[in-house]
T-cell receptor, first 112, second 114 residues
Framework: GEDVEQSLFLSVREGDSSVINCTYTDSSSTYLYWYKQEPGAGLQLLTYIFSNMDMKQDQRLTVLLNKKDKHLSLRIADTQTGDSAIYFCAERRYSSASKIIFGSGTRLSIRP | EAQVTQNPRYLITVTGKKLTVTCSQNMNHEYMSWYRQDPGLGLRQIYYSMNVEVTDKGDVPEGYKVSRKEKRNFPLILESPSPNQTSLYFC?????????????FGPGTRLTVT
């Protein structure tokens, strides 16, 4: 199928690391994205990884890609209250570059 | 400021009353797209356009129309809205449709059809 799957909720303590997981189904996926949606706002691209990479790091964000298991994760170090949002995993396939397939989103909440 | 704008941001309407949600981008992007966001389903693509006068169906096009007469505008038309079209709608644009092009999203339009 076409599914990109994520768990719906994640709660972490402020200052801890958050790890948001995603699985996808199409091995031809070439670009994999993480988007952030804050309340009342549109989606903002956080980071992306090309499928020939295993890891990408950008400040507090680390993306890990396991192509064999079709598993993508986003790690946010030192999670802050401003990180509260919905995080969407998305894939773009070589075979249909005109569309991006989104997961259902993971709502990250931060507790003090 | 580079941006994608949508209007209106909120709309409550009744079944069958035609409506249009406008989308405009000021980045000279060729590719534009409409999505709907529903709880637990993520974003699903409704229609997309690769350039002026070039549009195509996405995953959930039923009940919607679009047009692309100018590069900057990509309105979404609901000829006869129904309650199952109650949703949050996002317009997006990118420089091209290639894999590396980032999509920029508008702020969203929350539509309620009673």
């Amino acid at each position: 199928g076409e599914d990109v799957e994520q768990s719906l909720f994640l709660s972490v303590r402020e200052g801890d690391s958050s790890v948001i997981n995603c699985t996808y189904t199409d091995s031809s996926s070439t670009y994999l994205y993480w988007y952030k949606q804050e309340p009342g706002a549109g989606l903002q691209l956080l980071t992306y990884i090309f499928s020939n990479m295993d890891m990408k790091q950008d400040q507090r964000l680390t993306v890990l890609l396991n192509k064999k298991d079709k598993h993508l994760s986003l790690r946010i170090a030192d999670t802050q209250t401003g990180d509260s949002a919905i995080y969407f995993c998305a894939e773009r396939r070589y075979s249909s570059a005109s569309k991006i397939i989104f997961g259902s989103g993971t709502r990250l909440s931060i507790r003090p | 400021e580079a941006q994608v704008t949508q209007n209106p941001r909120y709309l409550i309407t009744v079944t069958g009353k035609k409506l249009t949600v406008t989308c405009s981008q000021n980045m000279n992007h060729e590719y534009m797209s409409w999505y709907r966001q529903d709880p637990g389903l993520g974003l699903r693509q409704i229609y997309y356009s690769m350039n002026v006068e070039v549009t195509d169906k996405g995953d959930v096009p039923e009940g919607y129309k679009v047009s692309r007469k100018e590069k900057r505008n990509f309105p979404l038309i609901l000829e006869s809205p129904s309650p199952n079209q109650t949703s949050l709608y996002f317009c997006a644009s990118s420089l091209g449709q290639g894999l590396s092009y980032e999509q920029y999203f508008g702020p969203g339009t929350r539509l309620t059809v009673t």
